[in-house]
């Protein structure tokens, strides 16, 4: 036999208003969130402007065209100018030095050069206490030794004697050079009296140096 139990009205209505405030302070929070989000996404396009407008001022002075009228332009942007244009005209200088060639060497006019290389040789011989080597000063010698318009005959005389502590590299480089212009002089049908004193010194360094 099932015994019916009779439910308490008064506990129903409890139960029932508990429910009822449950789900209103549900929705309450969830409402909550709902406009908190939509307020997040409201305040995003407030602060992407700003950075997008800060970034634009910042590019303007490297972004300027250079036909720019001058007369159109403020004064801190003629300063921003003048600054870029000095920097590309220092570098155009730097660039052609470097295509031109650096060192002492460059920067001698060449009768200049012949008359300290010389004297470093005339130095070398007379006041050796007073001589130091410069590189320099050799390699144009080296160079130029087969001239007799640069090097007379008495400088080429202490040339030879310079040459004989001539060693390493330097010593090997010297006699194929030297080989080289008797090889290139004596191919010549019709030798001039500079090409035969070419080749005479170059022998003579050869049969010094090998």
Known sequence: MVVKTKSDPSKM?????????????????????K???????????EVL????????VQAEPEEKPEHVNEEDLTPEEKRVLERKMKKILKKEEKRRKQE???????QEDQSKSAERALEYLTCWSE????????????????QHMYDTEKVPDASFSVMLAYLENLRGAARDVTVEQAEAVV????????????????????????????
């Open 13 to 33: 209505k409890k139960n029932k208003t508990m429910k009822d405030k449950k789900g209103r302070q549900e929705t309450k929070v969830s409402g909550k969130h």
């Open 35 to 45: 406009r908190k989000k939509t307020d997040d996404t409201e305040e995003r396009p």
């Open 49 to 56: 402007p700003k950075k997008l407008k800060k970034q634009t």
């Open 100 to 106: 031109e060639g650096s060192g002492e060497e460059k």
């Open 127 to 142: 006041r050796r206490e007073e001589w130091r080597f410069k590189k320099i000063r050799q390699t144009w010698l080296l």
């Open 183 to 210: 090889k290139e002089d004596q191919g010549d049908a019709s030798q001039s009296a500079d090409q035969q004193k070419r080749i005479q010194r170059a022998l003579e360094v050869v049969r010094l140096l090998a």
